[in-house]
């Protein structure tokens, strides 16, 4: 009984030290979280819910384009200021549905088509076309399905050239 009751203490004394630890360690914990802001979480179209696309894009494709969409020579192509430009030419669209990191993406086809519109309205509206028509599941899921191998490089070099000659001849 005695030795009951010691034990019962220890364990209240080990949860108030742990419950102490929680809380000192609170504010430390809230200072590292960055939460989404006001531009994370703009309503667009093509974005169900943009706290779910803002949180998928966190923990799906942020790790290697950096949280701006800045990338960085040694993990992924800037997307900030650029993305949108390859909807502005013919296989631009196919060419992002199929793009290994988003194709090959866990997300099923609605998070996913929500996910790369977010991308496109929060890195580069300026070059969405005037008249952008949003992914939707059924077509991404239709893309996604054949994803790139081997020829992706040829493609994308062919698409940039597209880009800087429509560029070169003005909007
Ligand atoms: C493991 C790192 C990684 C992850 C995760 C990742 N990407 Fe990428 N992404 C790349 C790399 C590397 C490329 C360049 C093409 C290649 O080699 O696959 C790329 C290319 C792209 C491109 C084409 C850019 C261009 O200029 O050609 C887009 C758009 C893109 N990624 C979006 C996403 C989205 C959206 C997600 C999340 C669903 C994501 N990526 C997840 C590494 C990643």
Request: proline share 8%; glycine share 10%; hydrophobic share 45%.
């Amino acid at each position: 009984m005695n030795r009951h009751r010691r034990f019962a203490g220890g364990a209240l004394l080990a949860a108030l030290c742990f419950a102490g630890l929680a809380r000192a360690a609170g504010p430390v914990a809230a200072a590292a979280y960055r939460g989404a802001s006001t531009a994370e979480l703009a309503p667009h179209p093509g974005v169900s819910d943009p706290r779910l696309a803002w949180q998928d894009w966190v923990l799906n494709c942020q790790g290697c384009h950096r949280p701006n969409g800045d990338g960085s020579a040694h993990t992924a192509p800037k997307l900030a200021g650029e993305v949108a430009r390859y909807l502005r030419v013919p296989g631009g669209r196919a060419y992002l549905a199929r793009i290994p990191g988003i194709a090959s993406s866990p997300l099923d086809n609605r998070r996913l088509a929500s996910v790369v519109n977010w991308m496109l309205w929060r890195f580069d509206p300026a070059d969405l076309p005037a008249d952008f028509r949003p992914f939707t599941a059924e077509e991404l899921g239709r893309m996604r399905s054949r994803p790139w191998r081997l020829g992706m490089y040829a493609v994308r070099r062919a698409l940039q050239a597209r880009i800087a000659a429509g560029a070169a001849r003005g909007p």
